[in-house]
């Protein structure tokens, strides 16, 4: 159930960015004609538009795969290879 409420606010949210990009679009002719001021390539509506359709990407994103920031086996790993000037090396094999 609550995946579902999850999902059609994702897809409100989706939709009301698309409707502020499409407007945002239409305004791009008549501010350069205007003269307003548009830093980067997009007028403000259309960028803020653009980074808040990335952030939703990003919470979904987020929100199916979880991310775990503890390395230490593989640190512990790294700590036992062997190095030469730094770099790990691949010991000879021998018979």
């Not at 830093?39 to 653009?50: C, H, N, Q, S, T």
């Not at 593989?74 to 000879?92: T, V, Y």
Request: aromatic share 6%; net charge positive.
């Amino acid at each position: 159930m609550q995946e579902l409420q999850l999902r059609t606010k994702q897809l409100e949210v989706l939709a009301s960015i698309q409707s502020l990009e499409d407007s945002a679009l239409g305004l791009l002719a008549s501010e350069e004609d205007c003269g307003r001021a548009v830093v980067g390539k997009y007028p403000a509506e259309v960028r803020r538009a653009k980074i808040a359709k990335y952030k939703a990407k990003v919470r979904k994103y987020r929100s199916r795969v979880r991310v775990c920031r503890l390395f230490q086996g593989r640190s512990r790993i790294a700590r036992q290879k062997l190095r030469e000037n730094g770099r790990f090396i691949k010991l000879p094999i021998s018979i």
